[in-house]
Nanobody, 116 residues
């Protein structure tokens, strides 16, 4: 059974940075793509960023160059580096990975809270 485990969330002041990690129970490159989503209270889950096995990256417009998604095969992990955080970035962040047969896997989420 595939497991995705997120970590790295926490409380940070506006303007600060966090690095989220998503560690998979098998090769991170067995998934295509790997993505980060977020869900704020009372709002729908939304895409933050994704990365394909070809290295293609896509970001939500509101990211505006503040975040960077990456993967490390040796660690079976994907990362989301978040800089210049804003209070509006407060949400639960989820890792998502799609298998070769279009199965979607989700982690349990990690809370990010940005104080003003």
């Amino acid at each position: 059974q595939v497991r995705l485990v997120e970590s790295g969330g926490g409380l940070v002041q506006a303007g600060g940075s966090l690095r989220l990690s998503c560690t998979a129970s098998r090769s991170i490159f067995s998934f295509n793509p790997v993505a980060w989503y977020r869900q704020a209270p009372g709002k729908q889950r939304e895409l933050v960023a994704l990365i394909s096995n070809y290295g293609t990256q896509r970001y939500a417009d509101w990211v505006a160059g503040r975040f960077a998604i990456s993967r490390d095969g040796a660690e079976n992990s994907a990362y989301l580096q978040m800089n210049s955080l804003k209070p509006d970035d407060t949400a639960v962040y989820y890792c998502n990975a799609r298998s070769a047969i279009d199965e979607d896997y989700w982690g349990q989420g990690t809370q990010v809270t940005v104080s003003s």
